[in-house]
């Protein structure tokens, strides 16, 4: 039997009755024991075992209000190359540092500019980053602001974005299951890139690699925790829009059961392994900010809320437990000026 949102009797099943092997108990075992086991494995099945710092050159540069920016071409070990802007204040101080990730929303024309503005950008790019911005980040660019106040931040087109926009919404599941032919995840794929372009960060002239955090929003949120679940250069995560239990999301109406944007974001080899806040807690004991709105459609309050409890079992388990904070911000899947200046000044006392 099949649903009115594609839900398989099969899948309904499964979810109904989903024990994630994977997920940290601490009835069995110590945290540690488990952190390190589990991040080993899901580091080898999701390819991303060993990671090499991505190649970069610089296109571009420019400066603008005490601020150094330049647009960098970015060259992964996977072959693949993308467009990155670098910005950083306009100091010889070593400065932390922020990897943007940005978010998905369905809106592909442009990646990098949803999250650091530069200007003389074309005017089909000028238009729809000024529409995206406003329509999610309140009319502010979240990288610029973090150069404002001492950061060097540095955002990648993912797979599907800006300089390597496809064929529009309908294209994303084809560009999936390309990519399953041989094994790999368009999740996957997004990840190790991530991954890479971090360990460039880290290695960049004037960033402090003691001071490097992952941030994102929704899609972006869900690669923010995941880099700080698998990377050790990141030092604390700021990812919001994007946390819930795997039984909690797969409910009527929710975007994980509508296939296109949740390819972006599903991890074949760990599904029903490992549930999502299990996954982000392998970020623990590290300084985490996990958010979403409790109008939120995308990610309902009660799914949100039963990860956050799960997220800070794991943090407690940790000896960490004042090292994690969660939040149901007022509002919906929109992270304005006032959530990002929380948002940031939680980094600047974390970091």
Avoid at 104 to 115: D, V, Y
Wanted: aromatic letters at 8%; proline letters at 5%; glycine letters at 10%.
């Amino acid at each position: 039997m099949i649903d009115s949102e594609n839900m398989s009797s099969l899948a309904i099943r499964l979810r109904d009755n989903l024990s994630f092997a994977w997920n940290f108990d601490p009835r069995k075992e110590r945290f540690q024991d488990w952190k390190s086991r589990t991040r080993e494995r899901v580091r080898d099945v999701l390819g991303v075992e060993r990671v090499v710092s991505a190649g970069s050159s610089v296109i571009a540069d420019w400066a603008e209000d005490g601020c150094i920016g330049q647009e960098l071409e970015l060259r992964f070990s996977n072959g693949e190359v993308t467009a990155a802007y670098l910005l950083r204040p306009d100091t010889n101080a070593p400065t932390p540092a922020a990897l943007l990730l940005h978010d998905h929303g369905s809106f592909f024309s442009i990646g990098k500019e949803k999250m650091i503005r530069r200007p003389g950008e074309a005017p089909e790019i000028d238009a729809d980053m000024r529409h995206w911005v406003v329509k999610l980040y309140g009319g502010r660019h979240v990288g610029n602001e973090l150069v404002r106040r001492g950061y060097t931040v540095l955002c990648a087109d993912a797979l599907g974005w800006g300089s390597r926009k496809g064929n529009g919404y309908e294209a994303q599941q084809a560009l999936a299951a390309n990519l399953m032919q041989f094994g790999i995840s368009l999740a996957s794929a997004i990840l190790l890139e991530d991954l890479e372009a971090l360990t460039l960060l880290c290695k960049l002239p004037g960033v402090d690699p003691n001071r490097v955090a992952s941030f994102g929003y929704s899609m972006g949120g869900s690669r923010a925790w995941q880099l700080a679940a698998l990377s050790d250069d990141v030092k604390a995560c700021v990812a919001g829009g994007w946390m819930g239990t795997l039984a909690g999301l797969m409910q009527p109406g929710n975007n994980q059961l509508r296939g296109q944007s949740a390819f972006c974001m599903l991890h074949p080899p760990i599904a029903g392994k490992l549930d999502y806040p299990h996954f982000a807690g392998l970020a623990a004991p590290k300084p985490a900010l996990i958010f979403s709105g409790a109008q939120d459609r995308h990610f309902p309050e009660s799914a949100a809320l039963a990860a956050h409890r799960q997220i800070h079992d794991i943090w407690n388990a940790a000896g960490a437990a004042e090292q994690v904070e969660t939040r149901q911000w007022q509002g919906a899947h929109y992270f304005p000026v006032e959530q990002q200046d929380r948002a940031i000044t939680w980094l600047d006392h974390a970091i």
